[in-house]
């Protein structure tokens, strides 16, 4: 019975939520979420620097996430470029002493805060000619006037930045009277007309009152309430809050202040972790909309589309008013039924017919389609549409989606069409799980938790192990080495790449899996297409073939040793132009060198096992029948004893390392264990090899673009941050970008196929002509790119 509810219960979510709903009611929420974001951007403002120094909370322990955009962690060098020959000037008491040391510690990390209680402190950089001056004005009276009166006049240079505050003196030495409150109203009334005057050419931020630990304070302390604090602060902005709006008032500081005050020494200082975020959210206030950091999305506004960017928008539009034309004309109009879904798979069923050749729109409908995912893409993670968040790692989120996912999968186990090992099935299987948990390993910032981080970079090795191994079976099995078959896997692997490389204004080394994987598709097709073309046809006749593989595998080898000990050699080879403009970020090939080396032997060794297996398999030497395990039960019972130790093993290793560097270095060497562990896991027990995950085979279907477009519509900020479709609920906006991302993801893979068998066409003689075309068309797109402007931003990772 338990048994036959399962099979009715996934039979039933599977009939009602297939693909196309799901679709449907993502396209739904995207313009229900537009349309909120629009009008709560119109009538409730759309200011990220209002966000930031007005609001926030603590993601955890001193990391401060200000509402609806992202902070960028300053360091000497950033401070020291933006604020280069620029002058700021801090003006207030003790607590403004205090912001101005954290904040001249982010230029200087050497700085120690030193210089008398109530005097004034200078701090000057000759590097880059930054001057910082402290002004010792604990109350807000006529001399801090004077003080902003005469910048106002006199021709000695003012102040680029000013940031100024001050009441817990005047709470003190006039014990909290009403009339002391009167006077300050009036004081900040007349103050408010200079620092309009300054804020015309300079920033002007005013730092409301923060609050203090009433039981800390001491008896001399013991008049400034947080109650008289409140009643100061709304007279502070009541006073400065004109129509003009040119004096900003930092009230996050204060805010922060709130969950942290309990650990001040004596109740009135902050402590230094919260000084910090007041320094940090001033450094992002004053300098994002010089240096434009790409995970500092507070205070800085879209940038404006490239040349290129303009001209992907215009082939959209044109696509979609040729499809508009043919459309008017008749053309398109009588469209085949859709194929029915498959209820099990969630996938369409082939047809039993052979479908006839794509119609004159079907290219322009796939552009169509694009276009507007495109357009989504772009909305996401070029405007200012959506809000942004920083990431933060905790163990829970991590681990906890990352057993819910595991069971998940387990719901949905089915029989396997075959047995083999490392069948169809399997493979989309591993594909999937193992996309899913980089997914989450990429969204809770697992990165900064170094086991987890070696874990992953085992996943990223088994995917360029099955790059290895699902092509060198081809080849070796069909031997067609034919320029279709080439052309069809390089569009399949680089049409969204490229695509986004034009409207995101992304170099294409920045999505780097799929360098990765097109480099080494080409390594391994060259490998195995040079003379002598060895095939399993022609090993059968005779054995002398096999050495030829193995010796083709060795020169392969060398290849890769040879390469990965010439850094210099790897580096000119390409810097090379046109090769450069591929393998390039900011101007350096040292992502693509760190990318290619880390990994350099998971190819071979999916290679070698490929080869090793369909030996095997040939000879008889494997038991792959249903049910039956793949050995005798001796060495099965060993090979799985030996494979669950290495894990364990490995596990230890991973735990035990001391930082990334030290990991990476034994990383190209140790991986193919692992991975052949879990083959051997896997595949070893005939029940194993008999069942397989639909739900983790579906996503694997669709990995790729899984991977590439995670970068900008789920993770935000070029994968810095998280994108926010609903603000204040973390959880549901999980669930809902998740939901669209999904969607979006599947929805391009369709577009790939339907665009493949229109501009990758059969005949040799037709794809030599769209050779040369797509080889203009890129020269131009270089052309373009290289006289037009950046294509990569600072910060990039």
């Not at 300054?198 to 009152?209: F, H, K, M």
């Not at 899913?436 to 992953?456: E, K, T």
């Not at 409207?503 to 390594?523: A, E």
């Not at 739900?695 to 900008?712: N, P, V």
Request: aromatic share 12%; proline share 4%.
């Amino acid at each position: 019975m338990a048994v036959l509810a399962y099979s009715l219960g996934k039979r039933d979510i599977n009939q009602h939520f297939t693909v196309r709903n799901a679709k449907l009611i993502s396209s739904a929420v995207v313009v229900l979420l537009l349309a909120v974001h629009a009008a709560s951007r119109y009538y409730g403002g759309a200011d990220t620097c209002d966000w930031l120094l007005s609001s926030g909370r603590y993601l955890g322990e001193n990391v401060w996430q200000p509402y609806g955009c992202m902070m960028h962690k300053y360091k000497s060098t950033d401070s020291k470029t933006c604020l280069a020959d620029k002058r700021v000037a801090f003006l207030g008491d003790s607590r403004i002493r205090q912001l101005f040391h954290a904040f001249i510690k982010i230029i200087n990390p050497e700085s120690k805060g030193d210089g008398n209680k109530h005097e004034d402190i200078p701090f000057h950089d000759d590097s880059s000619s930054v001057n910082v001056n402290f002004f010792w004005y604990p109350e807000a009276n006529d001399s801090m006037k004077e003080r902003l009166t005469s910048w106002t006049q006199d021709r000695s240079p003012k102040p680029d930045v000013i940031v100024l505050g001050a009441a817990a003196w005047s709470i003190k030495l006039h014990s909290g009277s009403s009339e002391s409150l009167q006077q300050y109203r009036v004081n900040l009334t007349a103050m408010a007309v200079p620092l309009e005057r300054l804020a015309e050419d300079a920033e002007v931020y005013w730092v409301l009152q923060d609050p203090v630990n009433e039981e800390a304070l001491s008896e001399s302390r013991k008049m400034i309430t947080n109650h008289q604090l409140d009643l100061y602060n709304e007279a502070a902005a009541a006073a400065l809050n004109s129509s003009k709006r040119r004096v900003k008032l930092l009230a996050a500081l204060r805010q922060a202040a709130m969950e942290t005050i309990g650990q001040s020494a004596d109740g009135l200082h902050l402590p230094e972790s919260t000084r910090n975020v007041g320094a940090t959210v001033l450094m992002n206030a004053v300098c994002n909309k010089r240096t434009r950091p790409i995970d500092g999305s507070c205070c800085q506004g879209p940038r404006p589309p490239s040349l290129l960017q303009k001209l992907a928008a215009c082939v959209f539009l044109g696509s979609a008013l040729a499809l508009l034309v043919f459309h008017t004309l008749g053309y398109g109009r009588h469209r085949h039924r859709p194929v029915p879904p498959d209820m099990e798979s969630l996938e369409e069923r082939k047809p039993a017919t052979a479908a006839g050749p794509p119609g004159p729109t079907a290219p322009l409908q796939a552009l169509c389609r694009m276009g507007v995912i495109m357009a989504y893409f772009y909305l996401c993670d070029r405007a200012d549409m959506f809000m942004k968040e920083q990431k933060f790692y905790t163990h829970a989120t991590f681990f906890v989606p990352l057993v819910y996912v595991f069971v998940l999968g387990l719901f949905f186990s089915e029989n396997s069409k075959e047995t083999k090992v490392l069948n169809r099935q399997q493979t989309d299987e591993w594909k999937g799980w193992m996309q899913l948990v980089i997914l989450i390993y990429h969204i809770s910032g697992a990165s900064a938790f170094l086991p987890v981080y070696m874990h992953v970079r085992v996943l990223v090795a088994a995917y360029l192990f099955q790059t290895g191994y699902g092509h060198f079976s081809f080849f070796w099995l069909k031997g067609d080495f034919g320029l279709y078959r080439v052309c069809q896997v390089l569009f399949r692997l680089n049409f969204l790449v490229l695509v986004l490389c034009v409207v995101m204004d992304r170099p294409y080394q920045f999505y780097y899996f799929v360098p990765l994987v097109t480099f080494w598709f080409v390594i391994v097709y060259t490998t195995l297409a040079l003379w002598p073309q060895v095939l399993q046809k022609k090993a059968n006749g005779s054995g002398m073939w096999h050495l030829g593989v193995l010796t083709k595998l060795l020169a392969l080898l060398l290849f890769i040793c040879y390469f990965a000990n010439s850094e210099g050699f790897f580096q000119r080879l390409f810097s090379v132009w046109p090769v450069s403009k591929l393998f390039e970020l900011n101007g350096s090939i040292h992502e693509w060198w760190f990318r290619w080396k880390l990994d350099r032997f998971a190819v071979i060794h999916g290679m070698l096992f490929a080869f090793v297996y369909l030996v095997l398999q040939k000879c008889q030497g494997l038991c792959e029948a249903r049910g039956e395990a793949l050995f005798s039960a001796r060495i099965s019972n060993l090979l799985l004893f030996l494979s669950v130790i290495s894990f364990m093993i490995y596990s230890i290793w991973a735990s035990s390392c001391k930082n990334k560097t030290e990991c990476n270095e034994m990383h190209p060497y140790i991986s193919v264990v692992q991975i052949l562990a879990f083959i051997l896991i896997r595949n070893i027990p005939g029940y194993a090899r008999s069942v397989y995950s639909s739900f983790f085979a579906w996503f694997g279907k669709i990995s790729l673009e899984l991977f590439i477009c995670q970068y900008h519509i789920w993770l935000a900020a070029d994968t810095k941050g998280i994108l926010v479709l609903i603000p204040g609920l973390p959880s549901l906006n999980i669930l809902v970008s998740t939901f669209v991302f999904v969607c979006v993801a599947h929805e391009i893979s369709l577009i790939t196929n339907d665009l493949a068998q229109v501009v990758v066409p059969k005949d040799t003689g037709a794809l030599l002509k769209r050779l040369g075309a797509a080889g203009l068309v890129a020269l131009l797109v270089l052309v373009l790119n290289t006289g037009g402007g950046s294509s990569s931003a600072s910060g990039d990772a």
